[in-house]
């Protein structure tokens, strides 16, 4: 049993960061991609980075240059570093994993089968 455990979301004002955690369970991470993903009210879930078993990563356009996707395998956890923040990253954010590298970097939901409960970012102008 796969099982992922996020935190570090908080309200903050345009232009902040912040550093999402997530800590994982039950499998061999090292071999593992992970990413995060948000989903907004009313919006579908995006795919924000991954980051796959040899350190590659991929990012959606909108994040590019201010967030950063790291992996910690001895600790067995993902981070999210959130830097110049904008009204527009307010979501749920969620870690997933998968053992299928392949679909890495494709960053679509559908492909990662095990899920964390999600942590609030919210992010004011």
């Known amino acids: 049993q796969v099982q992922l455990v996020e935190s570090g979301g908080d309200s903050v004002q345009a232009g902040g960061s912040l550093r999402l955690s997530c800590a994982t369970s039950?499998?061999?991470?090292?071999?593992?991609?992970v990413g995060w993903f948000r989903q907004a009210l009313g919006k579908e879930r995006e795919g924000v980075a991954t980051?796959?078993?040899?350190?590659?990563?991929s990012y959606a356009d909108s994040v590019k240059g201010r967030f950063t996707i790291s992996r910690d395998n001895a600790k067995r956890t993902l981070y999210l570093q959130m830097n110049s923040l904008k009204p527009e990253d307010t979501a749920m954010y969620y870690c997933?994993?998968?053992?299928?590298?392949?679909?890495?970097?494709?960053?679509?939901?559908?492909?990662?089968?095990?899920w964390g409960q999600g942590t609030q970012v919210t992010v004011s102008s």
């Open positions: 039950g499998a061999i991470f090292s071999s593992y991609c």
């Open positions: 980051i796959d078993s040899d350190g590659s990563t």
């Open positions: 997933a994993s998968t053992s299928g590298g392949r679909w890495c970097q494709t960053r679509k939901s559908a492909y990662f089968p095990y």
